[in-house]
């Protein structure tokens, strides 16, 4: 069957430090993948996009690697804020049109 | 000004009402996507139009309508509400459909609880 799976529910630490989520896949095959942060009670926010020709990006304190042999993602923030502390969301390009399907999310706490 | 706009907030309502959700974006997007949250925030996706057109319909009961009368507006209606259709309905859109790598932006989304 189709899964996508994120590390943990939650993630804890301390500021300063790097954080790296983890997304997992089986039985899809991606062109891409896109990264989003969601708030409490908002509407999730793009951070990055990674192509499956495509190793590394990245964007600021943001890093994404995509290994398509290991069907695996990791998103990285380094120097991390307590205002990084929210749900991170993988999402995988999976069909025709440009149909997302969304991980299970992993919530970051940030601590001082 | 913002991007992709939802009513209401929120919506309480009683099983079996009909009741509709309305999106606007003014972002000259020609994709919106229709998206529920359940209760462990698992986001999934139920519609999308491009330009008007009906391009993924997934596996939603067919309780649920989506209405496009322009590219800028995509509105959900669903008839004789269940428990089960308690969550968060989010809003999307994006550039355009069949090239890789568009961005979604997504609206504030529209809380849904059913008594």
């Known amino acids: 069957s189709q899964k996508i799976e994120q590390n943990s529910e939650a993630l804890n630490i301390q500021e300063g430090k790097t954080a790296t989520l983890t997304c997992n896949y089986t039985?899809?095959?991606?062109?891409?993948l896109q990264w989003y942060r969601q708030d409490p009670g908002r509407g999730p926010v793009f951070l990055l996009l990674?192509?499956?020709?495509?190793k590394e990006k990245r964007k600021e304190r943001l890093k994404v690697t995509f290994d398509t042999t290991l069907k695996q993602s990791l998103f990285h923030i380094t120097a991390s804020q307590p205002a990084d502390s929210a749900t991170y969301l993988c999402?995988?390009?999976?069909?025709?049109?440009?149909?997302?399907?969304f991980g299970t999310g992993t919530r970051l706490q940030v601590t001082l | 000004d913002t991007a992709v706009s939802q009513t209401p907030k929120y919506l309480v309502t009683q099983m079996g009402n009909d009741k509709s959700i309305k999106c606007e974006q003014n972002?000259?997007?020609?994709?919106m996507y229709w998206y529920k949250q359940d209760s462990k925030k698992f986001l999934k996706i139920m519609f999308s139009?491009?330009?008007?057109?009906?391009?993924i319909n997934e596996t939603v009961p067919n309780r649920f309508s989506p209405k496009s009368p322009d590219k800028a507006h995509l509105n959900l209606h669903i008839n004789s509400l269940e428990l089960g259709d308690s969550a968060v309905y989010f809003c999307?859109?994006?550039?355009?459909?069949?090239?890789?790598?568009?961005?979604?932006?997504f609206g504030p989304g529209t809380r849904l609880t059913v008594l």
């Open positions: 999307a859109s994006s550039q355009v459909a069949g090239v890789s790598g568009n961005e979604q932006f």
């Open positions: 039985n899809y095959s991606p062109a891409y």
């Open positions: 990674i192509r499956e020709n495509e």
């Open positions: 999402a995988l390009h999976t069909g025709t049109a440009s149909k997302l399907t």
């Open positions: 972002l000259g997007h020609d994709t």
């Open positions: 139009y491009n330009n008007k057109e009906l391009i």
